[in-house]
């Protein structure tokens, strides 16, 4: 078997791809990747974990003969990305499995293994719908950083996806803040709920990058299959049914505040830098038309405090956040404002944005900490 492909092209390619494997894998032929040349087709390259399985292809020329060989990740990913752009030759031994890696001024030569024992994930899909990358990417991005890495809660630790109506919401909680998006989709798909592991998601985004107009989806209530035109991702879901979050959302907030969000992720960083290392505590107190920010440290007698203008409607109200993770929902939020809805200090606190798009919804809920004596 023979071919020739761009240096640069593979390279980014098994980077990209190598994110799947693990570093201690659980077979040793994953530690390789899988090549596959066909008649007349482009190249195809596997890598797995066994959960996860990304297929990527190609495009080659100088092509003689067909068939697959594993070769070790890091050896193969080392060798071509330390290459300057220019066609390199692949030729391996039907019998030995061995390679050869002819470019300009020289060649490498590594062992190949057979492809027998590479695991493949079989892939029966009932629902095949399409949904735009774009929408599939912000779903991602504006989750990822809520769910939990608690081992003993699997199904915690990914993103729930709903789809019904015509519409994706997907939600993700690690039991201290709790984000929930809804889009529109842009076609028909049928009823289905499931949840994506972070990891997965991750790869995902890195499938999806500068990707314009749809992704296929191919969903069998046990894996799930995400195609481009050049490649594709399948994966095992977390199996467990997700907590009824809607029901912990508060309905009956009679406190509201509208507030600058780059003001107030600005105060945030500097008063956050005197709050209480263990606890990361800022206290909150919501009057008139300010919002004053506290943080303190008393073994290490330091303290801040910095008064943000807001928009306020309500009684007077003190409640404390951990900084980080209220910092973390405004940097994945995109709008100018931010609305808090609260109720008591006792109580979590809805974070949405001030957005006029009706289309799309986004909401965080936010534990407060008990406030200091």
Not at 89 to 115: C, E, P, Q, R
Not at 184 to 198: E, K, M, Q
């Amino acid at each position: 078997m023979k071919f020739t492909v761009s240096s640069t092209a593979m390279a980014n390619k098994l980077a990209t791809m190598a994110k799947v494997m693990n570093n201690k894998p659980a077979l040793p032929i994953l530690s390789t990747f899988l090549l596959e040349v066909k008649e007349d087709a482009p190249l195809e390259v596997t890598a797995s974990d066994l959960e996860c399985v990304w297929h990527g292809s190609l495009d080659i020329t100088g092509q003689e003969g067909a068939g697959k060989v594993c070769i070790t990740a890091s050896t193969l990913l080392d060798a071509v990305r330390n290459l300057p752009e220019q066609p390199i030759t692949f030729t391996i031994d039907d019998k030995d499995k061995s390679v050869t890696i002819h470019y300009l001024n020289g060649h490498y030569g590594m062992a190949g293994f057979g492809s027998d024992e590479y695991p493949m994930m079989q892939n029966e899909s009932d629902i095949r719908f399409d949904m735009d990358a774009a929408t599939l990417c912000n779903s991602i991005d504006q989750s990822l950083f809520a769910v939990s890495y608690d081992a003993l809660r699997p199904v915690m630790t990914g993103i729930n996806y709903t789809i019904s109506d015509g519409k994706l919401e997907c939600a993700a909680s690690d039991g201290h803040k709790l984000v929930r998006n809804t889009y529109p989709l842009a076609g028909n798909a049928d009823d289905c709920r499931f949840v994506l592991s972070a990891k997965a998601a991750k790869i995902v985004k890195l499938l999806l990058h500068k990707k314009e107009g749809s992704v296929e989806v191919e969903y069998n209530g046990r894996n799930i299959v995400f195609k481009t035109d050049t490649d594709s991702f399948s994966t095992r879901l977390i199996e467990g049914t997700y907590p009824n979050y809607n029901a912990i959302v508060p309905t009956n907030s009679n406190k509201e505040a509208t507030i600058d969000r780059q003001a107030l992720l600005s105060a945030i960083r500097r008063v956050g830098v005197f709050a209480e290392r263990t606890s990361r505590q800022l206290v909150l107190s919501f009057s008139g038309m300010a919002l004053l920010l506290t943080g303190h440290d008393f073994d290490n007698a330091t303290s801040a405090e910095e008064t943000v203008f807001c928009t306020y409607q309500g009684d007077e109200v003190h409640i404390a956040f951990h900084a980080e993770n209220l910092k973390m929902i405004l940097e994945n939020m995109d709008t100018a404002e931010v609305r808090f809805l609260m109720s008591e200090a006792c109580r979590a606190a809805i974070i949405e944005p001030v957005s006029s798009d009706v289309q799309s919804e986004h909401l965080a809920l936010l534990m407060p900490m008990m406030l200091p004596e």
